[in-house]
């Protein structure tokens, strides 16, 4: 079966072809990024225009790339939450639509889900059951694993995800938008143990992140300086650092109480170098991470996930359709 797979759940469009015989035919990614920086953050308006453009020329490419034609997909999976309402609403609409037009099935797909599947896509890939850590601008998540569909939350962040405590206090230190990739360059030039900070929540039973504590403690350091450019780094390193050694300390803990011996790392700060050096030197587990292009929102991930629950995949002689800007993951049930 080959699934034609639609993202577009905030700043990013990304389209793909997966085939369940023949692996990731192609995949195209357009990045909003250099529109929204004007702004310090995602305006969701201008995305969801942006994705309009972008989505029909994207699939176009894809499918090219592929060799194949509209009449060639199977299948279409779109991304239906969580994420911007307004932007989720531009893919399942062209993906419902597109679905009818070709009286082809269509399936909504869970965002976190197409994250947490990701790693899957890589060789070798991790066999069930793990722990996942989900790791994004809008989300902090661990998650027991069976199998698809088979999810069971075990701690989540109570405030800032890590993505967003990463891009608030580059935000803070004067770096440009988006803030993570910045502060995790400057950490590179810190001195180490200059200053320390916290590893909120670590100190007490329990699988919950908090990280908005160490924002403020970032920004009160930054406050009590000279603010010079080694100043910038020394904070940035500190900052990494304690989140790094917090998720690292939690991933334990989660491993240990569900006795699983593989952890898969996913979402955008699954990139981050220093987290997955710290993740690998844990020993007697084996970590898995997509591939850093996947790392970020894309349109293989959906197209797999899409695969991965293909016999769920149903024609709609309407093309109606719904989005879920909050769709908890633990909410998913086996394909």
């Known amino acids: ?42 305006v969701p308006e201008l995305a969801s225009r942006d994705h309009i453009r972008k989505t029909l020329p994207l699939i176009e490419e894809v499918l090219s790339e592929a060799g194949l034609s509209r009449s060639d997909i199977d299948g279409i999976a779109y991304t239906a939450g969580p994420g911007l309402a307004g932007a989720l609403l531009v893919g399942a609409a062209i993906g419902r639509s597109l679905a009818w037009a070709l009286n082809i099935p269509a399936l909504a797909i869970n965002h976190m889900e197409g994250h947490l599947l990701s790693p899957l896509l890589e060789t070798p890939s991790p066999a069930f059951p793990f722990v996942s850590l989900l790791v994004s601008g809008g989300h902090t998540l661990l998650v027991d694993v069976k199998g698809v569909g088979q ?7 109570i405030d800032d995800a890590v993505g967003e405590a990463f891009d608030k206090t580059a935000k803070l230190l004067g770096m440009d938008y988006p803030g993570g990739p910045y502060l995790a360059a400057k950490a590179e030039q810190g001195i180490a143990d200059r200053f320390v900070f916290p590893r909120p929540m670590t100190n007490r039973p329990g699988l ?23 100043d910038k780094a020394d904070i940035a390193l500190a900052f ?20 699983h011996k593989r952890l898969v790392v996913a979402g955008g ?47 709609q002689d309407v093309p109606s359709f ?14």
């Open 1 to 42: 079966m080959r699934v034609l797979g639609i993202e577009s759940s905030c700043d990013e469009t990304g389209i793909a072809i997966y085939d369940t015989e023949k692996g990731l035919l192609a995949h195209r990614l357009f990045s909003q990024i250099a529109m929204h920086a004007e702004y310090g953050g995602v």
């Open 151 to 157: 999810y069971e939350l075990l701690g989540e962040s």
């Open 208 to 230: 919950d992140f908090s990280f908005s504590g160490l924002k403020t403690f970032a920004m009160n350091t930054w406050l009590d300086t000279k603010q010079t450019e080694q």
């Open 240 to 259: 990494q650092t304690a989140v790094v050694e917090t998720l690292a300390i939690k991933c334990k803990r989660a491993l240990k109480q569900t006795g």
């Open 269 to 315: 700060v699954s990139a981050n170098k220093a987290l997955r050096h710290k993740l690998d030197s844990m020993k007697g587990v084996e970590v898995f991470y997509p591939r850093q292009a996947f790392c970020s929102d894309n349109g293989a991930m959906i197209a797999f996930a899409g695969a991965m629950r293909h016999e769920a995949m149903k024609y």
């Open 322 to 335: 719904t989005v879920r800007p909050r769709w908890p993951l633990n909410e998913l049930s086996p394909p």
